[in-house]
Each structure stands twice: as structure tokens, then as C-alpha cells.
């Protein structure tokens, strides 16, 4: 997922600027929770990538559904 800062001014987004973020989430959105934040995966408990192949994943495992904080993800939903 690219690390691109999402700043949201206090009067809203516009609309261009929630149809780019739209665009985002085909490209960026996190594989592990669908949604779009700056650092790991707030859902990510755990990872264990392959010794052979530090870059494939050999097991997740994530935070029980109550347990994960998802203030800092931007949700699809949220632009509309």
C-alpha cells in the first residue's frame, strides 16, 4: 500500500477530492482490512513472512473483530 498522507480540512472533502480518494482505494486499498491508512494494519496482529522469500507471507494473524482500532483507516464509506 503506497504511504501517501490523507489530510481531511474540517470543513469536508470536496467533491474532486473524494473521487480521487475513490480512485485510491482500487490501487491502495490495505489487503488485510480494505481500507486506507498511513502505517501497518491496525487489523495485523501478527506476521510470519517465509524464510526463504522475506517478502511472501506465510501466516497473519489479526486482532479478534472488537479488538483492532480502526479510527486511524479511512473507510469507502466515508466518502460518500
Do not use: T, Y
Not at 474540517?10 to 482490512?33: H, I, N, Q, V, Y
Amino acid at each position: 500500500m503506497a504511504s501517501r498522507l490523507i489530510l481531511i480540512p474540517d470543513e469536508g472533502l470536496s467533491e474532486d477530492d473524494k473521487r480521487a480518494l475513490r480512485a485510491r482505494f482500487e490501487d491502495d486499498a490495505c489487503r488485510w482490512c480494505g481500507g486506507l491508512h498511513q502505517r501497518e494494519c491496525p487489523r495485523v496482529k501478527r506476521i510470519i513472512f517465509n524464510p526463504a522469500d522475506e517478502r511472501s507471507v506465510r501466516e497473519v494473524e489479526f486482532w479478534n473483530d472488537l479488538e483492532w482500532d480502526r479510527s486511524a483507516v479511512l473507510w469507502p464509506e466515508d466518502l460518500i
